[in-house]
């Protein structure tokens, strides 16, 4: 690293107006609206990472032969930023630079350390601190890195930019906490071993987006996908993870195998189960266990979690020739209880006993 510690501030010319960002924030919606400036860096080889600004949110000027767009080196992060009452916080940052540093690892492009992604994080959102929703909203951060190298060879690009962007944001789902339905797709899969479905890539999402299309068709919120290899076992939704929640106080949820991306929310939604006393297990959970718990009522609630999404609750299941209900089809209470201890954390509400909090 050469200096990557420090940012240079590129002032902005034409900022949106005090009234225009209030009107924009209204009703944001999930990833339609964006804050004012944007971070980013540089890397080669000679220099490491270098050149950080905060500046002016604009339109790149890249190649046509840029690696990124011919290979798809790119990968990303998504957190939120949350105004609480003692301040403007982040919830565990640390774990999306970590993240971020493995799915680099795995696309061939150079991490970018933890206090760089870190600083990089908490400049933007200080210099677009007005764009932190109050309320229920948060700012959505979005993190990337994208190979810019004009090069049409097949190997990893010896240039690279890094840059986080910020969107405030409402409710992921339309209808807000209301149970969710998922599309079960027989067609397509996201992830194979030794494939990238723990690496936060955007080729991942490429791939997932004519699945979600088939789920959208269905008149189903998000789609869910079975592993590769036998296209028996619950793997994830095209954004987040899934958790099952048994009538004996069992949480049930796919393991971390390589093929599923590890979700910060997974991760911190079952330590706080575990902590409200239910018994988790990391284990495959095939469909067929999944329709007959439903049926018989060993199933009581199902969730998908994840920073866009939080916790939210799985009402329905639809697939090819079928479909089943879950519980009472709503949001479920052990569902709303695991939300409300995360998100009370996320807004200073609930006390952090797990250092999770990071104020900027
Ligand atoms: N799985 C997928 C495919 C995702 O896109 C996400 C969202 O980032 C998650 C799981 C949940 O990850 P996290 O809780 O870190 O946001
Ligand atoms: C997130 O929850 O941050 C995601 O990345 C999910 C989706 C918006 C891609």
Not at 164 to 180: D, E, N, R, W
Not at 317 to 324: D, E, H, L, T, W
């Amino acid at each position: 690293m050469t200096d990557a510690d420090s940012i240079r501030h590129v002032p902005h010319a034409s900022p949106t107006s005090a009234e225009a960002r209030r009107a924009l924030m209204q009703n944001p919606g999930f990833g339609k609206v964006f804050s004012d400036h944007m971070v980013t860096f540089t890397w080669n080889a000679e220099k490491g990472w270098h050149d950080g600004e905060v500046k002016a949110r604009a339109p790149f000027a890249i190649d046509p032969a840029a690696a990124v767009l011919h290979y798809a080196q790119e990968i990303f992060e998504g957190m939120k930023a949350y105004r609480t009452k003692d301040g403007i916080v982040l919830f565990r940052p640390e774990e999306n630079a970590r993240r971020m540093a493995q799915s680099a690892e795995r696309m061939a492009m150079p991490p970018v350390p933890e206090d760089m992604f870190i600083d990089a994080v908490e400049t933007l959102v200080r210099t677009d601190a007005d764009w932190v929703p109050e309320g229920d909203g948060s700012l959505y951060l979005r993190p990337f890195i994208f190979a810019s190298e004009a090069f049409l060879g097949v190997r990893p690009a010896l240039q690279y930019i890094f840059c986080v962007i910020a969107s405030p944001v409402g409710a992921y789902f339309k209808g807000g906490y209301k149970a969710v339905t998922v599309w079960v797709s027989d067609d397509y899969t996201r992830a194979a071993p030794g494939g990238t479905g723990a690496a936060k890539c955007g080729g991942n999402y490429a791939a997932s987006l004519i699945a979600q299309a088939e789920a959208n068709r269905n008149d189903c919120d998000q789609v869910v996908f079975l592993d590769a290899a036998e296209h028996r076992w619950v793997e994830e939704l095209g954004g987040m993870n899934v958790c099952f929640v048994m009538d004996d106080g069992r949480l049930v949820t796919p393991p971390l195998g390589g093929t599923i991306l590890p979700g910060i929310t997974r991760a911190s939604v079952l330590l706080l189960a575990r902590e409200a006393g239910l018994r988790i297990e990391e284990r495959p959970y095939s469909f067929e266990e999944w329709k007959a718990d439903a049926e018989s009522g060993k199933l009581r609630e199902a969730f998908a979690c994840g920073t866009a999404a939080v916790v939210a609750g799985i009402g329905e299941v639809r697939f090819n020739g079928g479909s089943f209900t879950i519980g009472n089809s709503g949001d479920g209470p052990v569902t709303g209880r695991l939300r409300d201890a995360l998100v009370g954390i996320q807004r200073g509400t609930a006390e952090d006993r797990h250092g999770w909090v990071h104020r900027v």
